[in-house]
């Protein structure tokens, strides 16, 4: 009788833990399911319709433009709050979020229309946020992830990256959004550069900053905003992806669900025969 009430409880200890990993799991993947660029894309501005990103406004009046950087995870709503706290644990529609929202300095002009235009964004596992900076490092992908889009004030704009600086979270040079001249602020923070590409006629820029590697750390991703828009070349095989996809976290779930099933009927059978 001892032996059967002991192996009960472990049985019943074993499936507590079942339960308790699977609810880890399963919180920890709806932080990054909050930080995925799908969960907005309904959102996303269209060239000839923007009903969709103006319902968005509807629901948080601090959403003004969206980024893309093509090829890569970064396909977000901008947002910009009273200050630069509030969207750390936040996201675009205004509720409370570990994986937060990409943020414009509360300082830049919402137009952004400052010579040096600065957005913040957590650096998330999975490439979430601005996790993907870090791919940025090695030269072969910068080159092939140089160019996106920038939706602001009603209009789109072509983005063009050129350098990948590592720099402190307090270094002022680098966090400078009231340069007057972008060539002087690009030769600036050159000597920081990991990687760096030629730029021309460079007036206004966007800087991507997230974290790096120690507690000030920060790495940044700097572009020239064009008047001039480019095209997705990774668009086709996106979409292709997408069709394609499996849904293993579902999958995953589904067979947590069936052993804890099985452990239960197990239970029950073993107490009746005791």
């Not at 644990?89 to 400052?114: I, Q, V, W």
């Not at 596992?125 to 996790?131: L, R």
């Not at 991703?221 to 292709?240: H, W």
Request: glycine share 6%; aromatic share 14%; charged share 25%.
């Amino acid at each position: 009788m001892i032996d059967s009430t002991v192996n009960i409880a472990v049985l019943l200890f074993f499936i507590l833990c079942v339960l308790f990993s699977g609810y880890s799991i399963w919180d920890n993947n709806h932080i990054y399911t909050k930080a995925s660029p799908s969960v907005y894309e309904t959102y996303k501005p269209e060239k000839e319709d923007t009903k969709s990103f103006e319902e968005l406004i509807k629901i948080n009046p601090d959403v003004y433009g969206w980024i893309t950087l093509y090829g890569t995870e970064i396909d977000y709503p901008l947002v910009q709050g009273e200050n630069n706290q509030k969207y750390i644990n936040t996201d675009y529609e205004g509720n409370f979020s570990l994986s937060g929202a990409l943020f414009l300095d509360c300082n830049n002009s919402k137009d952004m229309r400052d010579t040096v235009n600065i957005i913040y964004g957590h650096h998330m596992e999975k490439d979430k946020m601005f996790g993907g900076l870090d791919h940025y490092e090695k030269e072969d992908y910068f080159k092939e992830h140089r160019y996106g889009n920038l939706y602001v004030d009603g209009k789109n704009y072509g983005l063009e990256f050129f350098m990948l600086i590592k720099a402190d979270a307090y270094d002022s040079s680098v966090y400078n959004i009231h340069a007057s001249d972008a060539n002087t602020y690009i030769e600036t923070i050159e000597p920081l550069s990991i990687q760096s590409f030629d730029i021309e006629d460079a007036k206004r820029l966007v800087v991507l900053s997230t974290c790096s590697d120690s507690t000030n750390g920060r790495t940044l991703l700097i572009g020239k905003i064009c008047d001039e828009t480019f095209e997705d070349p990774y668009l086709e095989k996106e979409e292709s992806e997408e069709e394609s996809s499996i849904d293993w976290y579902h999958m995953f779930l589904y067979g947590i669900s069936i052993v804890l099933i099985l452990c239960i009927l197990i239970v029950l059978v073993w107490s009746k025969k005791k």
